[in-house]
């Protein structure tokens, strides 16, 4: 019986020195985890780009009626570019929202061109409008319908550009452009800056 209790002693006495070494190893790492830290701020921010348009002397939107072959009409449009950014170039797309021969046909079908003014435009009763400053080439002469195309000759720094839309019924138009309405609607786009290094 004797022998039989000492083993048993022995066996627990092990068994405790075990647990004693690994709380020791765990309290050991617990205090060798050293930190440091530090922090800058930095903010990084987008540019804007801005289109705004305005009527000139007679507006925009005001319908054209009643063209014969051969015949002209013009409205304007005053464009403003702003924002934070310069823009790169000024892009104009042009598509019918009410459709005829007349922006189907791109040889016989309504013709547009458009220059500008860096003044307003001076109206004249029965004759085309004038640039009492300088006048320049923005969009040469096209069928009415077309895709987005870079327009010439423009500021694109803040400055306002007085437009000038002047659209042609060539004579070459027959009978059947007699009673027809189309609608075109325009749309202008700008392009941001070339990439630069900040």
Sequence with gaps: MKTTRARRNGRWTITVGAALIAVGVLSFNAWANFTA????????????????LGDGPTAFSSDITNMVPGDYGERFVDVHTGGTLTMQNLKLTSAATASSLLDTDGTNGLQLKVDNCDQAWTLHGGATATCGGSQSAVLTQRAVIFGATTLNNLHLDGTTDHLRFQWYLPATADDTFQGLTSTIRYTFSGTQPANTYH
């Design 37 to 52: 830290s530090a922090y800058k701020d930095n903010t990084i921010g987008t540019g804007t780009m801005l289109i705004v």
